[in-house]
Structures are given as structure tokens and as C-alpha cells.
């Protein structure tokens, strides 16, 4: 009908319509451009709006291509039939059911009437009436939505008239959450023979399928290896060798959707070693000792004195006291307060982890005062 719009599709069977998409259309072999009348869809449909006569004397087709095999094909040519208006009642010519977009996707949602005079268009949410804003915007195929997200999913209603009737489309849309994968911790630098704990959490779906995967190879549960929680989220690794390190993978699959996260797992030597030291020395009595035993390892080590193999307590006498540098060394110091014979002997800090053991000594003499 003449300043009506008309739509034309593209015919694609069912079997392979999820590889083959439309890439033009043509008038007369020559090329449609969308521009203020003609408009070509995010699905392939063309629209041609405020129809006039001189439409019907065309011939319009439609060019497909194959996304894997990029073969194309063109349709028949089909021929537009232009009548006069004439009072009339909206009759639907483009519409929808079901709707499936990904989050931050544009979605046109079809609603398209003939009719004379030219009917009116409204849409519904959820039986509420939707304010257009720059969001949500009625074009000449329907409603269009900007940047949707899962709030937008819901049953929507459009709602058509004039004055010799009325009309509608109902459907529904579904916005899904894309999967976003992150592995914690962030940062994994340990010590060979440690224990290693990485957690997966997944938003965009409550059932994952989750599996692991270190340098690219499949992690099974073994005697070291557990993989716990109700999706397998946790992966959680005994006794580390220094051929565990590498890059750790979290892949999380539902339907037709996948996303993975990866971290880096370092493992070091971490058997404690002794980076700097107390040397032997001869002091007086009453003079005051401080020792120091710099460590470096990881886990952190533990270090403890000894004075001729006898552990030293902390006492007014022995003082004790521990720092961590920027490095992550560990710096344990011995200060001794009106130093006595008694004191003298072989000190020997030990400094010990998971990972090992060390110990470094040294003898402290001091004077005795000769009695006149």
C-alpha cells in the first residue's frame, strides 16, 4: 500500500542458517545502500519505507555468504505489488517471537504494520509502558536497544492502531552475561615442596563446566592433585616440583559460550640461604654484642640462637628482635647487655622453612679480666 513500509527477507533454510548471513541486497542489479528510505537490517532484512509506485518497478534479490566456506549465492528476484491506500485496519507484515542477544549487543526487536491512515506504534515491558530515551528508541523496523543488559530481559508487547483497528506483536528477550573467568590469587610466586591453592569463580552462568590446565595440558585429580567445589573451582596442588611452575588455565564452558583466566605460577628454590652475617669477634666484659643473621627464603624463614648448642631464651640479658626487609629477607638480631665470660662460646643462628634448613656460627670470645 503506498506510504506504507514494506519488508522483503531473505529466505535461509533452517539447517544452515546459523553459517550463512545476507551481504546486500540489489535493485535492478544495482546495489542497496541504506540510506533514508531503504534500510538493510542487523538480520538481513530490507525495508523500504513510505512506498511509492515507482517501487514496483524493480526487481529486488538478496546475496548470501557461507562464514566458513565464503561461497555465495543470490536469490530469485521478487516484485513489489503497489496498491492504493484505502482505509484499512493494521495488519502485521514483520514481527518476533523469541529473542536471544549477548550483553552489550544492539537488539532490534521487529514490529512493523500496514495500514491506512498510518498506524501507531507504542511498546510495553513487562505490561508497563517503556519510556524511549537514548537507550531504547522506535525505528522503522521496530524497537531498537543500545548497550543491553540482563535487566532488559523480559516479555515485551507492541502495541499498534489507527483508527479502523488495532494489531500487536508479543515476544520476549533474552540479554545473557557473557562468561567472565578470574583466577585468584593474581600472583603466585612460592617454594618447591609448597602447597598452592587457585580458586575459579565464573559470572554469566551458575553452572560452568570448569577444567584446569597447566602449560596447555589438562590437569587430572592424582595423589598431589585436587580439584574440589561443586564446579570444580578449586584446584589445590601438594608438593610442588620445580617442573609445576608455569602458566595455570581456568577454561569455563556453557552452551556456546567459553572464556578462560590464567596466572603464573613461580616456583623457587626456597631452601633458606644465609646472605650476610656476624663474624668472630673478641669483646670485654661488660662491652654490649649484637649479632646479626640476614636470611633469605621461602616461606619465609624461622630463625633461633644457640650458645654452644643450648637454645637462647629471650631475657633482659638476651634480646631478640626480627624485621622482614623490601627484599622479603628475613633479619634476626642478637643483642647481649653487659657481655659476660660466661657468654662466650660458638653462636650459631638456624634458619629453617619447608623447604630446608641452614645454619651459619661463629665463635665469640671474651676477655677475661686477670685478678692483680
Known amino acids: 500500500m503506498r506510504g506504507n513500509a514494506v519488508v522483503f527477507k531473505c529466505i535461509i533454510p533452517s539447517s544452515v542458517e ?36 515507482e517501487d514496483g518497478l524493480n526487481n529486488y534479490r538478496c546475496t548470501t555468504r557461507h562464514k566458513y566456506t565464503a561461497e555465495s549465492r543470490q536469490s530469485n528476484s521478487a516484485r513489489l505489488t503497489v496498491s492504493d491506500p484505502a482505509n484499512s485496519a493494521p495488519s502485521i507484515i514483520d514481527g518476533f517471537e523469541h529473542h536471544k542477544a549477548m ?113 596447555g595440558e589438562i590437569i587430572n585429580a592424582g595423589n598431589n592433585v585436587r580439584i574440589t567445589g561443586v564446579n570444580r573451582e578449586t584446584l589445590i596442588m601438594d608438593g610442588m616440583a620445580k617442573s609445576d611452575s608455569g602458566a595455570y588455565q581456568c577454561f569455563a564452558r556453557r552452551e556456546k559460550m567459553s572464556a578462560q583466566d590464567y596466572v603464573q605460577v613461580v616456583l623457587e628454590d626456597g631452601t633458606p640461604k644465609i646472605i650476610s652475617a656476624f663474624s668472630e669477634k673478641v669483646v670485654s666484659p661488660g662491652e654490649p654484642v649484637s649479632l646479626m643473621c640476614n636470611v633469605k627464603g621461602t616461606p619465609l624463614p624461622t630463625i633461633t640462637w644457640t650458645l654452644d648448642d643450648d637454645p637462647i631464651i629471650k631475657n633482659g640479658h638476651h634480646r631478640i628482635s626480627q624485621l622482614i626487609t623490601s627484599e622479603g629477607n628475613v633479619v634476626s638480631y642478637l643483642n647481649i647487655t653487659n657481655t659476660q665470660v660466661r657468654d662466650g662460646g660458638v653462636y650459631r643462628c638456624t634458619a629453617n622453612n619447608s623447604a630446608g634448613v641452614v645454619l651459619y656460627q661463629a665463635r665469640i670470645n671474651v676477655l677475661q679480666v686477670s685478678v692483680q
Open 103 to 215: 550483553a552489550g549487543e544492539r537488539v532490534e526487536l521487529p514490529c512493523k504494520a500496514s495500514g491506512h491512515p498510518i498506524p501507531k506504534y507504542r511498546w510495553l515491558k513487562n505490561n508497563v509502558l517503556l519510556e524511549l530515551d537514548s537507550r531504547f528508541q522506535h525505528t522503522i523496523v521496530g524497537l531498537l536497544i543500545e548497550n543491553t543488559r540482563p535487566s532488559d530481559s523480559g516479555s515485551y508487547v507492541c502495541e499498534v492502531w489507527n483508527n479502523y483497528g488495532n494489531a500487536e506483536v508479543i515476544g520476549s528477550l533474552y540479554v545473557k552475561q557473557p562468561l567472565k573467568v578470574n583466577i585468584s590469587p593474581r600472583k603466585v610466586k612460592s617454594s618447591v615442596g609448597s602447597q598452592i591453592s587457585l580458586s575459579c569463580s565464573v559470572t554469566g552462568t551458575d553452572d560452568p563446566d570448569l577444567s584446569w590446565y597447566r602449560n
Open 18 to 53: 546459523a553459517y550463512v548471513t545476507v551481504v546486500s541486497w540489489e535493485k535492478d542489479t544495482v546495489s542497496i545502500v541504506s540510506g533514508s528510505r531503504f534500510l538493510i537490517t542487523s538480520t538481513g532484512a530490507l525495508y523500504i519505507a513510505d512506498v511509492q509506485n
